[in-house]
């Protein structure tokens, strides 16, 4: 019954490969985030869907791409894996609600990324 | 400058103190702002929301300065469980963009 659910928990790859990480949420929320939080722990957005639309798309390398299938799924694929990719990755998920300080965003686990 | 700063601390207590954070963001149109706590290598999750009046829940109290552009959070009792990261986070557009300060880290003491 997780709510916001990541694959893989942890990846580990060398550089220059393409991997992908896939995240599910089961809370029918119409926003969904991919976040990257790097070695400083600071928390920063890259991407956010909603209703299987790109809204924002922040200064991020074009080797990152995300896929949207369905409201439920936002996959990040990182072509080109480069040592400054290490990090880890959270999705997230939110409700669109008009009292915008209940808009609670729910987190995966986070898959931690490292490039060798 | 960033859009959210926080002291990134650590703050040391002993349990039973009471401790306060602030956070201060830089967009003056910012419309909501939450507190979330983080563990060590887990996930963030919502501590709680905080509410132009001020709102309190149990031993934890936020309260909004929108003239000095500052939210803050204060703990009471304070307890060994406690010791976290807490991360301010404010949304400061129509589009659910939230930006997270980087932290501030607390840790009870015995």
């Known amino acids: 019954d997780t709510a916001v659910s990541q694959t893989p928990k942890y990846l580990v790859t060398q550089m220059g490969n393409d991997k992908s990480i896939k995240c599910e949420q089961n809370l029918g929320h119409d926003t969904m985030y991919w976040y990257k939080q790097d070695s400083k722990k600071f928390l920063k957005i890259m991407f956010s869907?909603?209703?299987?639309?790109?809204?924002i798309n922040e200064t991020v390398p074009n080797r990152f791409s995300p896929k949207s299938p369905d409201k439920a799924h936002l996959n990040l694929h990182i072509n080109s894996l480069e040592l400054g990719d290490s990090a880890v990755y959270f999705c997230?998920?939110?409700?669109?609600?008009?009292?915008?300080?209940?808009?609670?965003?729910?987190f995966g686990p986070g898959t931690r990324l490292t490039v060798l | 400058r960033k859009e959210v700063e926080q002291d990134p601390g650590p703050f040391n207590v002993p349990e039973g103190a009471t401790v306060a954070f602030n956070c201060t963001y830089s967009n003056s149109a910012s419309q909501s702002f939450f507190w979330y706590r983080q563990d060590c290598r887990k996930e963030p999750k919502l501590l709680m929301s905080?509410?132009?009046s001020g709102n309190e829940d149990g031993r934890f109290t936020a309260q909004l300065n929108r003239a000095s552009q500052y939210i803050s959070l204060l703990i009471r009792d304070s307890k060994l469980s406690d010791s976290a990261t807490y991360l301010c986070v404010v949304n400061m557009d129509n589009f659910n963009k939230f930006y997270f300060g980087s932290g501030t880290k607390l840790n009870v003491k015995p």
């Open positions: 905080v509410y132009s």
């Open positions: 997230a998920s939110s409700q669109d609600l008009a009292e915008r300080q209940y808009n609670e965003q729910f």
């Open positions: 869907y909603n209703n299987k639309e790109l809204i």
